[in-house]
T-cell receptor, first 117, second 114 residues
């Protein structure tokens, strides 16, 4: 149980275009989802926290107009990278916590590799 | 959120026990200690979590001294497949439905040799 999926697993897009990444909790309801970004050989950097039905809370230094997060249901959160540029190329990972059971365990998705050319 | 400090890297050989220590001097009363494992190009995977003393599960043990200012992840008899980055995180995530954000530190890159 407690599986989180991401789609797509990798994507290549041209500079200036927008890309949407989906994060789904497959077998549980996720009240809170987190989005991280990870550059090669570096740690995960938290970008934002999203709760179902409310606006996401962004970490300092993360542009909310560039990284649009929507958490429309208890099983789906989306991250849209708008007007992507090569420096946005990274590994994007989401995680989720459930509405029941131990809340200390975040379940992570497999990640999405974004390459902007 | 308490900051954590871990060794950047560690080397070991198959069959050995590996102990990775994490320092968290500013841990708060409500904070729990959680360890994650990450393989390249994959999301982190939960290993173990504890509040104090010792916790053991099927893959690892977690030792936490009385002052809780540090913790040690112990991996018994590592194999090549344990080569990964291990992250120690501290946060107030112990309460029911209480979700705190997790801040990842640098992690420890464990390399297991045959």
């Amino acid at each position: 149980g407690a599986v989180v999926s991401q789609h797509p697993s990798w994507v290549i897009c041209k500079s200036g275009t927008s890309v949407k990444i989906e994060c789904r909790s497959l077998d549980f309801q996720a009240t809170t989802m987190f989005w991280y970004r990870q550059f090669p050989k570096q740690s995960l950097m938290l970008m934002a926290t999203s709760n179902e039905g409310s606006k996401a809370t962004y970490e300092q230094g993360v542009e909310k107009d560039k990284f649009l997060i929507n958490h429309a249901s208890l099983t789906l959160s989306t991250l849209t990278v708008t007007s992507a540029h090569p420096e946005d190329s990274s590994f994007y990972i989401c995680s989720a916590t459930g509405t029941s059971g131990p809340s200390y365990e975040q379940y992570f998705g497999p990640g999405t590799r974004l390459t902007v050319t | 959120l308490a900051k954590t400090t871990q060794p950047i890297s560690m080397d070991s050989y198959e069959g050995q026990e590996v102990n990775i220590t994490c320092s968290h001097n500013n841990i708060a009363t409500n904070d729990y200690i959680t360890w994650y494992q990450q393989f390249p190009s994959q999301g982190p995977r939960f290993i173990i979590q504890g509040y104090k003393t010792k916790v053991t599960n099927e893959v690892a043990s977690l030792f936490i001294p009385a002052d809780r200012k540090s913790s040690t992840l112990s991996l018994p008899r590592v194999s090549l497949s344990d080569t990964a980055v291990y992250y120690c995180l501290v946060g107030d995530v112990g309460g029911s439905y209480n979700t705190d954000k997790l801040i990842f530190g640098t992690g420890t890159r464990l390399q297991v040799f045959p």
